[in-house]
């Protein structure tokens, strides 16, 4: 069973930068395409970034130019490098891992941006 665990989550001014982790349990991280979601109140959960197993990304274009995300395979990690944050980045942010054909979810970590 895989378990995903964010962190880096937290409360930081309009500007600021954060940085996201999502460490991954299991043998399969390095075959995964992963994930960074994001649910702000009242919303529906959006894909902020993407990235597959040989390292192609994507973006949603909210976030182009300000997030970048990577992956350490020997960590089973994945990032979100998230600078000059938004009122509107504020959500609970949370990975994905989809892998043969499954995908999981982690908890979140909330977001906060203050103005």
């Known amino acids: 069973q895989v378990q995903l665990v964010e962190s880096g989550g937290g409360l930081v001014q309009a500007g600021g930068s954060l940085r996201l982790s999502c460490a991954a349990s299991g043998s399969a991280f390095s075959i995964s395409v992963m994930g960074w979601y994001r649910q702000a109140p009242g919303k529906q959960r959006e894909l902020v970034a993407g990235i597959t197993s040989g390292g192609s990304t994507n973006y949603a274009d909210s976030v182009k130019g300000r997030f970048t995300i990577s992956r350490d395979n020997a960590k089973n990690t994945v990032y979100l490098q998230m600078n000059s944050l938004k009122p509107e980045d504020a959500a609970v942010y949370y990975c994905?891992?989809?892998?043969?054909?499954?995908?999981?979810w982690g908890q979140g970590t909330q977001v906060t941006v203050s103005s």
């Open positions: 994905k891992m989809t892998v043969l054909w499954k995908e999981y």
